[in-house]
């Protein structure tokens, strides 16, 4: 049977609080399983306004909608108000998600701060939002997560050696096409990754003619029998406004033949032999500024 990897980013208190539960619900009932990667940090989503002033992001929220797709208690958290702490707040959520049998990663400490900031972190400052996330997400679980996700696809050599420092099986810090055993001249990493092969759905929405009455239809035809499908939704998107539609992708998709699973489920039985490929950064359709992408890789425009 053909497998669709299913990752779940969690970004926001908000996410967390009402589309994860959502998503578990859904997911029950097709009897699937996923890869959440949660934030668990403070909330300060809402100081990404300052990039409306940036033709692209601006370009980008217009298109989704996202006032409408969000809603203003993810589109201001944090502004006003210092972020509200969400693994502190919502671990119920996670444990609950964790005791229905999903896979539980990182995704980060600080959404928002590690999107803004990555270009000029130093490993020091890696280093600890990897090791906060670690500590509460393991105190949460009762489990240190085995797996990791970058905010925004935005990784760097540095941040791959960070990585290496922590007891992970694996990462999805990129988007590609094929696992790989990612790069550094003069260093040996030993965490594969498994990059998102499918374009997610703030990236294409308004792109190429694809609305929400094409969406599930264009998607679909981007799975590829017999090779790796890795596809990305949101708690914030897919959880909430874009429930329904997520609920009949994943029909249709089951009914061609494919299976859902967590990306732990398409872990070689020995990482050793993928292929060895750097993580090389680059522009990115449907996005504003640089994406991690798998060497040798080119996005569809």
């Given at each position: 049977m053909n497998r669709i990897g299913l990752r779940i980013d969690v970004d926001t208190f908000r996410g967390t609080r009402y589309g994860v539960p959502n998503l578990c619900r859904l997911m029950a009932s097709r009897g699937i399983k996923g890869t959440f990667y949660?934030?668990?940090?403070?909330?300060?989503?809402?100081?990404h306004l300052?990039?409306?002033?940036?033709?692209?992001?601006?370009?980008?929220?217009?298109?989704?909608?996202?006032?409408?797709?969000?809603?203003p208690e993810i589109i201001l958290m944090g502004t006003m108000w210092p972020g509200p702490g969400i693994g502190k707040r919502l671990g119920g959520v996670i444990r609950d998600a964790f005791a229905a049998g999903h896979e539980i990663g990182l995704h980060t400490?600080?959404?928002?701060?590690?999107q803004s900031h990555i270009d000029r972190m130093t490993p020091g400052q890696m280093f600890e939002l990897l090791r906060k996330g670690v500590d509460l997400l393991g105190e949460i679980t009762g489990e240190a997560p085995t797996t990791s996700a970058v905010p925004g696809w935005k990784c760097t050599p540095?941040?791959?050696?960070?990585?290496?420092?922590?007891p992970f099986r694996y990462h999805s810090d990129c988007r590609g096409a094929n696992l790989f055993m990612p790069t550094i001249p003069g260093q040996t990493l030993t965490h594969p990754q498994l990059p998102v092969t499918m374009p997610t759905y703030d990236e294409v929405?308004?792109?190429?003619?694809?609305?929400?009455d094409n969406y599930n239809d264009y998607m679909l035809k981007l799975l590829r029998p017999n090779q790796l499908n890795i596809?990305?939704?949101?708690?914030?998107?897919?959880?909430?406004?874009?429930?329904?539609?997520?609920?009949?992708?994943?029909?249709r998709a089951q009914?061609?033949?494919?299976?859902?699973?967590?990306?732990?489920?398409?872990?070689?039985?020995?990482?050793?032999?993928l292929p060895r490929k750097?993580?090389?950064?680059?522009?990115?359709?449907?996005?504003?500024?640089?994406?991690?992408?798998?060497e040798g890789w080119t996005p569809q425009p």
């Open positions: 949660f934030s668990v940090g403070p909330d300060n989503m809402g100081r300052w990039r409306l002033l940036k033709p692209q992001f601006l370009w980008k929220m217009l298109r989704t909608k996202a006032a409408s797709l969000y809603g400490w600080d959404h928002h701060y590690w540095q941040v791959l050696l960070e990585e290496q420092k922590f929405l308004g792109r190429n003619g694809v609305t929400n596809l990305t939704i949101h708690a914030e998107a897919e959880g909430n406004l874009c429930r329904q539609m997520f609920d009949e992708y994943v029909r009914d061609m033949g494919y299976e859902f699973v967590m990306l732990q489920n398409l872990l070689p039985s020995d990482p050793n032999t750097a993580v090389v950064n680059r522009d990115f359709p449907g996005r504003e500024g640089w994406l991690s992408c798998e």
